[in-house]
């Protein structure tokens, strides 16, 4: 059978009719008409709500939210397949402009990375806010992707009529290729930002499987749960420079278990009242961090989780190139 393939004047004994059939059935089927995929990028300054609008549009959590700015440090893609579009997501870091430590370098880089070569720029701004670092962002900015302006947070303007001169005075800014004044928080909103966007992608089979939502291994969202806990339960005290680096991710079979996950990290913080802040009273903060993540790790694994967390302190490594490296950053 295999020579036949290799043979296209037919093995004796097959009729040309058998080799017709066996070539078609050998054949990559072609992309279903009407079917489109491509590229988004999500960009903008720290805190607009990037992240926010990625969960949100990929319909499960795959980047970390808070209220904290510059949380987000790496290109996540999360996909989402709606009737016959493929979206590819790309989040980018908030652009950061004020100051020139390794980490930011790295993180203006995987911006800069991120918004080269795709379909569609989303760039995020508050609606009816326009400030030097949006600038700077919008700056960036290829000629010739378009771009369509997201004025987010829109259930904070409380005066809608004066949007429209500032919008007007957007356009004026950069040839934006729509205009999208919405929530990240509304469903409704949503549903409308993917109409608008699957315009702008090209006609062509999908990359990923239908229900694929994420590029990213479970490792790198364990690292994202921790960190999404740690920020949370400290608040606003631990400075953003604080990260974690999964150590250990194995699975291990089980008997009682359909899947069993141990995960070893570390948490690494600048200084010894940082670590002190996390630990807290008598080891609890660190307690909770761990089983919050846990519990929500063994969910979006469908897995039991074993979840070991450590404290390190690591003094200016947001300034040392080498070590920014070595925790993952390019
Ligand atoms: N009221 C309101 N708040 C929003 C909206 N979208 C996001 N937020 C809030 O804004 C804050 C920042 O949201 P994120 O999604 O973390 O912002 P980001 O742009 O990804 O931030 P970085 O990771 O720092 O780049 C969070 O407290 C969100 O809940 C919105 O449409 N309306």
């Keep these: 059978m295999n020579q036949a393939t290799n043979d296209p004047a ?17 054949r990559v089927p072609a992309a279903v008409e009407g079917q489109r995929c491509g590229v988004i990028a999500i960009v903008g300054k720290p805190n607009v709500g990037k992240s926010t609008l990625l969960n949100a549009l990929v319909g499960q959590k795959i980047s970390i939210t808070s209220r904290k700015a510059q949380t987000t440090r790496h290109r996540i893609t999360g996909i989402r397949t709606r009737d016959l579009t493929q979206f590819v997501f790309v989040d980018t870091p908030g652009f950061q402009t004020r100051h020139a430590t390794a980490l930011n370098k790295s993180l203006n880089k995987t911006v800069m990375g991120a918004i080269g070569d795709v379909d569609l720029i ?76 699957a315009k702008y992608l090209p006609e062509q089979g999908w990359w990923y499987g239908e229900d694929e939502l994420t590029d990213r291994s479970e490792k790198f969202l364990a690292s994202e749960t921790v960190r ?41 913080v600048e200084r010894d009242n940082h670590k002190m ?49 070595s925790f993952g950053y390019e």
């Design 10 to 26: 037919g093995t004796p004994g097959q009729s040309p009719d058998d080799l017709e059939a066996m070539l078609a059935a050998a």
């Design 122 to 197: 989303l760039f995020v701004v508050e609606a009816g806010n326009f400030t030097l670092a949006d600038a700077k962002v919008l700056s960036l900015f290829k000629p010739g992707i378009p771009t369509l302006l997201v004025a987010n947070k829109l259930d904070m303007v409380n005066r809608r009529a004066e949007l429209a001169p500032w919008l007007k005075s957007m356009q004026e800014r950069h040839p934006f290729a729509e205009f999208v004044p919405m929530s990240a928080k509304n469903k409704g909103d949503i549903e409308r930002l993917f109409d608008i966007c």
């Design 228 to 268: 999404e806990k740690l920020f949370r339960f400290t608040g606003d005290e631990l400075p953003y420079t604080s990260t974690v680096v999964v150590d250990k991710f194995e699975e291990e079979a089980s008997k009682q278990h359909k899947r069993l996950v141990k995960i070893a990290a570390t948490i690494v």
């Design 277 to 325: 802040m996390v630990i807290g009273d008598k080891g609890e903060r660190l307690k909770r961090i761990g089983t919050e993540a846990r519990q929500e790790l063994e969910k979006l694994m469908d897995a039991k989780v074993f979840l070991e967390l450590w404290v390190k302190v690591r003094s200016g490594w947001a300034d040392d190139e080498a070590r920014v490296r």
